[in-house]
């Protein structure tokens, strides 16, 4: 099973950035980012796998998702944050390759980390 750590969260100003950090234990084919807000579903952020990098519109021209395949871990580069991306974050990571209509549901990951709260305040 792989370890998936994640670091990086904390408090904000909207406007301001964050970046997240996620590291793997085992071998990934599929890293990614989901996040769930109080009171809400888990829903996709974004996915790097293999050279594609998909995102949730409501990320688009905002947050960057990047991996250092030598360091085993992906990032997810937050900028322009809004109030409403406040959430707990959580990495996730499949050891396969995801077909592209997996990509945004959680059942495609088998693997996820502890989750790290990102709070933006107005």
Known sequence: QVQLVESGGGLAQAGGSLRLSCAASGHTYTMGWFRQAPGKDREFVATWTYGNTYYADSVKGRFTVSRDNAKNTVYLQMNSLKPEDT??????????????????FARGYCCWGQGTQVTVSS
């Open 87 to 104: 959430a707990v974050y959580y990495c996730a990571a499949n050891t396969g390759r995801l077909s592209s209509d997996l990509i945004s």
